[in-house]
């Protein structure tokens, strides 16, 4: 009996399936109303007992079919709708963010060329790391502006050269 109630219900789900893909192809609905409604669908599909994150999919069998899995992923994503608009915000706030560090890394190499090239002031003087002659040498001002200029290329060069995961 319980057969027959299973059979009846996916004949029922199918039969509704195909009468909202033909009010769909008919038109005259909005484009709101459309992804309101299928916003209700996917939530309905939601509810059901198909994975809902990548750490269900995670605790699944590990000999599972590739192809059974590039199904499921494929479901997960048509059911999460991912906007243009979305993700144009998303691109846009990545590359401030890199432009925030590129920024920052030029200004830590301009401001360690500037600790460099200026005089140091005298109390950084007396502590000369290296002497070339009793007037000149390393000072630990110049080793400080080193190390600024070195992490200003770091920032720079790893929000330039940041690889693409995809």
Known sequence: MKDKQLVDNAELLELKAEELMALLRKGGIDAKRVKAIQQKINKAIDETSLPKTIEAFKELDADRDRVEL??????????????????????????????VIV???????????????????????????????????????????????????????SALLKKRTA
């Open 70 to 99: 590039l199904n499921d992923f494929e479901l997960l994503l048509s059911q999460h709708q991912l906007d243009s608009e979305v993700s144009q915000k998303y691109l846009g706030h990545e590359r401030v963010k890199k432009l």
């Open 103 to 157: 920024v920052i890394g030029i200004v830590m190499i301009t401001l360690g060329m500037a600790m460099i090239i200026m005089p140091a002031p005298p109390y950084f003087e007396m502590f000369t790391i290296f002497h070339f002659n009793d007037n000149d040498g390393v000072t630990l001002m110049d080793l400080i502006a080193l190390l600024i200029v070195f992490t200003g290329v770091y920032l720079f060069l």
